[in-house]
């Protein structure tokens, strides 16, 4: 026994059967999604060298972070350091 497709049911399964360019222009615009989304996302940079507020060295492998969010980063041997955040935190406090 043959089932009949009505004609609409033939034409929706079309539009799911992909050929390849389908494939290759989905991951495309997939790709384009991605790389694009990195451009909007500001982010802002903070350098310096932390020092010992008593004796005036710096502070080597010290911790520097946001307070209420886990952003953070550790000063080298010369008490140097680089924090990478988001723009949306440039008002927390450090």
């Keep these: 026994?043959?089932?009949?497709?009505?004609?609409?049911?033939?034409?929706?399964?079309?539009?799911?059967?992909?050929?390849?360019?389908?494939?290759?222009?989905i991951l495309i615009i997939l790709m384009i999604c991605a790389v694009s989304s990195g451009v909007f996302a500001q982010t802002k940079e903070i350098t310096g060298i932390i020092y010992d507020a008593k004796s005036g060295e710096p502070l080597p492998f010290a911790t520097i972070g946001f307070l209420k969010v886990n952003i953070g980063t550790v000063s080298d041997s010369e008490g140097k350091f680089t924090?990478?955040?988001d723009e949306q935190h440039l008002n927390d406090q450090i």
């Design 83 to 85: 924090l990478r955040f």
């Design 1 to 25: 026994m043959k089932i009949r497709m009505k004609s609409r049911m033939k034409s929706r399964m079309k539009f799911w059967t992909k050929t390849p360019i389908q494939y290759v222009v």
